[in-house]
């Protein structure tokens, strides 16, 4: 290790990744805020505590607003960068948004609360995130870009660090490596980050988790390679589906030149906060110790651990759990049809659901997904690599195939979604859950607003009987 290192900046994602890879994002914000004086005193890089699953399953399963939310854990913690993820045109939602919507959300974010916003797409089509990026820039937050990392015949290292250069050309303040299914093994790290390093002037954050077991390895190599921030979660909520523990990492670190400064006993006092939500989460059965495994399965066929355990799911549903190895050696045949596409979300949602489809069927592409259609139209932007072109056009038939950035084709949507949510929504904020979340954000709402108007009439009671 070099002696012009400068010390190793943390980002913990106790407080969104960790709990929404251990415990499906149900970790509540009266979880949160107990811990928020200890974590605001640590002097981390930034905690990562929004986006993500987080919209979706506040409202969804723990009926709390996540606007709600993010104020108070802005208020909780005046001392330390609050890091979002946003999956670029998509937002947090399932499809992509016209540039009027992308340009409210990112501004809401950041008056909200928001100082980073980490940005990525599925593909890696930058097109799909120079809107979010400049919305976020000219609004005064720290726009993180961020490159799915994966393995395929089109995805070397050359590739990834053609992609950092572009993403600083574009004006990211920070290039990120996101390493969803913990594939990026140490001493790849290591060459990787050293790589970009060559050739980006930026500072370099690297995400990763646990699953295969390699993560605090990936993590003290690339540390080695000079990376500038790495992702860790606090030891409750740490390994195996979630991040490394922040407290080996600084332990291991200290010393060196890439001491993070961190003081293990203050991480010691917000661990024991976590521990006990750690131990309601299992006493309730949301947190399956099968979380916890190393899956080493994930190295061999590249594919993300919930992403596994979704196939099981598919499979049980159609008494098929004999046919799980058949769909583990369709994965890949699929996804090189489709022109190897990273497998994160949706992508690996729609690549898996069509081996599963393809397998069931007894016969390859014998349906389509209306996703994969959209995937092999071109709907979700650019693929990788070159597709099978006898796949597509069994897919989409003589259809055109979107070559132009996707969102082009998406007219301002903005006054249509105020428009019709104008009875429900009482705030930009609002219009905004119904417009990413239309099945559950108005329910939501119409229970949320009912709860309040019965309060303040219980006000209003008790203070006629007072006077």
């Known amino acids: ?20 890879s251990q415990a499906a994002t149900r970790m509540r914000t009266e979880d949160m805020l107990p811990a928020c004086e200890i974590l605001d005193k640590i002097g981390y890089y930034s905690l990562e505590c929004w986006g993500g699953a987080t919209f979706d399953a506040c409202m969804r399963f723990l009926h709390e607003d996540p606007w709600e939310r993010l104020r108070a854990l802005r208020k909780a913690l005046p001392n330390t960068k609050l890091q979002m993820l946003l999956r670029g045109q998509n937002l947090l939602g399932y499809k992509h948004y016209s540039d009027d919507v992308v340009e409210l959300f990112v501004k809401k974010s950041i008056e909200n609360g928001i100082d980073i916003i980490r940005i990525f797409d599925a593909l890696n089509d930058v097109r799909n995130i120079e809107c979010a990026m400049k919305y976020t820039k000219y609004y005064g937050g720290v726009a993180e870009a961020a490159i799915s990392y994966t393995i395929s015949p089109v995805h070397n290292e050359e590739h990834f660090v053609e992609l950092a250069m572009k993403l600083e050309e574009m004006g990211a303040d920070v290039i990120c490596i996101k390493d969803m299914a913990n594939l990026l093994l140490p001493y ?47 030891s409750p909520f740490a390994n195996g ?51 916890y495994n190393v899956d080493t399965n994930t190295l061999l066929y590249q594919v993300p651990g919930g992403m596994l ?56 592409y014998k349906t389509f997904t209306k996703e994969s259609k959209g995937v092999l139209r071109g709907e979700y932007g650019a693929l990788p690599g070159p597709v099978n072109e006898e796949v597509r056009k069994a897919a989409i038939g003589d259809e055109q195939v979107i070559t132009c950035r996707p969102a082009d084709l998406i007219e301002p949507e903005l006054e249509k979604y105020r428009e019709e949510m104008k009875d429900i929504a009482r705030s930009d904020e609002d219009v905004l859950l119904c417009a990413l979340f239309p099945k559950v954000a108005p329910g939501f709402l119409a229970e949320k607003y009912a709860v309040k108007n019965e309060e303040k009439e219980d006000e209003v009671k008790t203070i006629r009987v007072f006077f």
């Open 188 to 234: 790849s790290a290591f060459s990787l980050i050293s790589a970009i390093k060559k050739r980006v002037s930026l500072p370099i954050h690297l995400h990763t988790h646990n699953t295969t077991g390699t993560g605090d390895m990936t993590y003290l190599l690339a540390a080695e390679a000079g990376v500038d921030i790495v992702d860790t979660a606090l």
């Open 309 to 364: 355990s979704n196939l099981i799911s598919q499979l049980k549903q159609a008494k098929a759990e004999d046919k799980y190895y058949d769909v583990l050696a369709e994965i890949p045949r699929v996804r090189e049809d489709f022109g190897y596409p990273p497998l994160v979300t949706p992508t690996s949602q729609i690549v898996g659901t069509q081996a599963v489809m393809n397998v069931l069927m007894g016969e390859r």
């Open 1 to 20: 290790m070099t002696n012009d290192l400068k010390p190793l900046k943390i980002t913990d994602t106790i407080l969104r990744d960790a709990h929404q």
């Open 241 to 291: 589906t979630s991040q490394p523990t922040t407290e080996s990492l600084v332990a291991t670190l200290k010393g060196t030149p890439r001491d993070t400064g961190l003081d293990l006993n203050e991480l010691s006092k917000a661990a024991v906060h976590f521990r006990g939500v750690s131990k309601r989460l299992k006493d309730e059965g949301i947190i399956d110790p099968k979380v």
